[in-house]
Structures are given as C-alpha cells and as structure tokens.
C-alpha cells in the first residue's frame, strides 16, 4: 500500500514537498516515481528514482524538481521549487516491488495528492 502526502494550496513560486510511504510488509522497494495528472490532461512522469540512487526527470522538471529516497523507510520524496499554476495535478507514486524471495517486479500506484498553484 502506497500512501501519498504533502500536496496541498501553494502560492506560485513557493515550494513543496510530497512524501510517499509503502507500507506492506514483505516486499523489497526497486525503483519508485512520481507521475502527475492535471485535469484533462494524461498521466506523465515527472521524476524517478533507482534502487542505485540514479534519478531522471521530465524536462520540464529538470532545475526544479528533486527526487529522492529514503530507503530504509521505504519513502519517496518530491520536493518541487518555483511553482507555478501549470503545476497543478494530481500527484500520484508509483514503486515497483518484489515479494522476498520472489524475483517477478509488480507495480503499484498510491492514491494521489492533489497540487494546487494559485498564481
């Protein structure tokens, strides 16, 4: 279970931390995301994070976006600095995880936590 946080209504040009926890037992975090969805408008990634600690962002993420993990807490952090209204979306996590002893990857999504951007 994937558990997201932090969203909420910010000013443009402030900044923002999401939190995103996975919570079931028994699984081994790999690599974990975050997409985001605005309204009328199709999911799309906007930064990732490997087991190895590798990032990769959206261009239109990069300078402004920073992804990062803690790992022993199995949590997933996107801090996001100058927003602006177009930021607004959903923003959703999404991890890819493996049963122990188990080597098939399954993908989970969390719930959502909803960015909103007044200019």
């Known amino acids: 279970q994937l558990q997201a946080s932090g969203g909420g209504l910010v000013q443009a040009g402030e900044s923002l931390r999401l939190s995103c926890v996975a919570s079931?037992?028994?699984?081994?975090?790999?690599?974990m995301r975050w997409y985001r969805q605005a309204s009328g408008k199709e999911r799309e990634l906007v930064a990732e994070v490997t087991t190895g600690g590798s990032t990769r962002y959206a261009d239109s993420a990069v300078g402004r976006v920073f992804i990062s993990r803690d790992s022993m807490k199995k949590t997933v952090y996107l801090q996001i600095g100058s927003l602006k209204p177009e930021d607004t979306a959903v923003y959703y996590c999404?991890?890819?995880?493996?049963?122990?002893?188990?080597?098939?990857?399954?993908?989970?999504w969390g719930q959502g936590t909803l960015v909103t951007v007044s200019s």
């Open positions: 079931a037992s028994g699984f081994i975090i790999d690599d």
């Open positions: 999404n991890v890819d995880a493996r049963r122990y002893g188990r080597s098939n990857i399954l993908n989970y």
